[in-house]
C-alpha cells in the first residue's frame, strides 16, 4: 500500500491542523485491511508513536502526551487516515508520518513521506 501525507503547517500554539494520509494501492479494497498509525519526528529525537487505529476501526490508541488533544479517524470512500489535531503546542512541532501493517500486532511496514508540522509560541 502506498501512503500520501498532507495537511503540515504552521501554527501558533493552541491552534488545530487535520493531518491527512491517501491510501493507494493495486491490493488495496478497503480501509479495514490494514492498521493504521501516525508516528512523528522531531530534530534531533527518535520517532516515537502519536496514534493507532485497529483494523477494525473500533479501537483507537493514543500516546499519553497527545490523549485528548489529537484524534485519530479514517474514512472508507476517501481510504483515507486523518489526524485532527487541537490544542497544540510549540512541542508538537515534528515531522509527522503515517504507516499501515498488515495486522494489528505486526510492525508497520508502509510509511508515507511525512509532512512537517511546525507550531509556534
Known amino acids: 500500500v502506498q501512503l500520501q501525507a498532507s495537511g503540515g503547517g504552521v501554527v501558533q500554539a493552541g491552534g488545530s491542523l487535520r493531518l491527512s494520509c491517501a491510501a493507494s494501492g493495486r491490493t488495496l479494497r478497503n480501509m479495514s485491511q490494514y492498521g493504521w498509525g501516525w508516528f512523528r519526528q522531531a530534530p534531533g529525537k527518535d520517532r516515537e508513536f502519536v496514534a493507532a487505529i485497529r483494523r477494525s476501526g473500533y479501537n483507537v490508541d493514543y500516546a499519553d502526551s497527545v490523549k485528548g488533544r489529537f484524534t485519530v479517524s479514517r474514512d472508507y470512500d476517501k481510504m483515507t487516515v486523518y489526524l485532527q489535531m487541537n490544542s497544540l503546542r510549540p512541542e508538537d512541532t515534528a515531522v509527522y508520518y503515517c504507516?499501515?501493517?498488515?495486522?494489528?500486532?505486526?510492525?508497520?511496514?508502509?510509511w508515507g513521506q511525512g509532512t512537517l508540522v511546525t507550531v509556534s509560541s
Open positions: 504507516a499501515a501493517r498488515s495486522t494489528d500486532r505486526s510492525p508497520y511496514n508502509s
